[in-house]
Structure formats: C-alpha cells, structure tokens
C-alpha cells in the first residue's frame, strides 16, 4: 500500500510518526466511544451527563484537528534530526482524561438516578 501522494516522505524507516499520528487516532476513538458511554447515562444521571459527552467529544475533536500538525511536525524534526516531545498536547489530553474520570466517578458517586 502506498501513501497517499501529499504525504511528506522521511528517512525512519519505522514510520514512527505514522505510528505516532496512529496512536493519536486510538486516543479520538476511545474518547468517542466514552462520550457515548456517558450518553447512555443520560437517562439515568439527569443532563449533567451531556456536560461530559461534550467534553468527551470536543477533546477528541481538538485531538483530531491537530493530527495533522503533529504529523508534519514530527517528520520535519526527523528530516532535521532535532525533534522534541509534544509535552503541551500530551498534558493536555492528560488532563482532560483525568478532568473527564472524576466527573464521571462524581456522576455515579452524587447524582442520585432518576426515576
């Protein structure tokens, strides 16, 4: 299979930033599949819970309007043999996962189901 014909060509030959924007592209699917998730708390939990599918669905959003960026990003740091860690994107989708765990444990916890 060949890339398709816009892709910039580097010198790893163990593609890591198309494992790299592969990885990123695990992070959008698993943050869509926990808003849906949340959304099937909704009937139980009340509307606090579409606060969480969008926050859910807006960081994997913002994750997958940068994929781009980091892609070309990575393979201009290989093509120039100085590449650095995107610790600000890392950190923030930390964040976000830990910021979207406790609100979720806070839903179960406090918000007493519907009947």
């Known amino acids: 299979m060949s890339p398709p014909p816009d892709t910039p060509i580097h010198g ?7 494992r790299t924007d592969m990885a ?3 992070t ?4 869509t599949v926990a808003a849906a998730i949340f959304l099937r708390w909704m009937p139980d939990h009340g ?3 579409a606060t969480l599918v969008a926050a859910a ?8 309007l940068t994929r781009k960026r980091r892609f ?3 393979i201009n740091g290989i093509k120039g043999e100085a590449i650095t860690a995107d610790v600000a994107s890392t950190a923030a989708v930390a964040a976000s996962v830990i ?3 406790a609100l979720g444990i806070c839903t ?3 918000i007493p189901l519907e009947q």
């Open 12 to 18: 790893d030959p163990g593609l890591q930033p198309e």
């Open 24 to 26: 990123w592209g695990r």
């Open 28 to 31: 959008t699917l698993s943050l």
């Open 47 to 49: 509307w606090f819970t």
């Open 57 to 64: 669905i807006v960081t994997a959003l913002a994750i997958n």
């Open 72 to 74: 070309h990003r990575a």
């Open 99 to 101: 910021i979207l765990a």
């Open 108 to 110: 179960v916890l406090l």
